[in-house]
């Protein structure tokens, strides 16, 4: 599996903003497709945005126009940019990577993995 690193959450009031970064932290990654997902209490885990490493972008309607997501493929690594942020908007968010990597047999392997999780707190 890919690890995944997350950082970037806090405490924000309506209207901010913030950016959370989630790296992959396994080397030899390919094709994949890096996303983000949050999780409020009581809630099931729901999609916000996805990035392809070919450059495809999906976005869920509810976050598209105030959240960006973006990635440096060098770096393995992807943001989610959240402007003016709602108090709805809090929850648990988990980075996501979908895709292949090279073991260290220099065979090609399929790797599901989330991050731990951040908590990203809007106040009103």
């Known amino acids: 599996q890919v690890p995944l690193v997350e950082s970037g959450g806090g405490l924000v009031q309506a209207g901010g903003s913030l950016r959370l970064s989630c790296a992959a932290s396994?080397?030899?990654?390919?094709?994949?497709?890096m996303g983000w997902y949050r999780q409020a209490p009581g809630n099931q885990r729901e999609f916000l945005a996805t990035?392809?490493?070919?450059?495809?972008?999906n976005y869920a309607g509810s976050v598209k126009g105030r959240f960006t997501i973006s990635r440096d493929n060098d770096k393995d690594t992807v943001y989610l940019q959240m402007n003016n942020l709602k108090p709805e908007d809090t929850a648990v968010y988990y980075c996501n990577f979908l895709g292949y990597y090279y073991g260290p047999d220099g065979y090609r392997k399929l790797s599901d993995s989330w991050g731990q999780g951040i908590q990203v707190t809007v106040s009103s």
């Open positions: 990035l392809r490493s070919d450059g495809e972008i």
């Open positions: 396994r080397g030899s990654v390919t094709v994949n497709t």
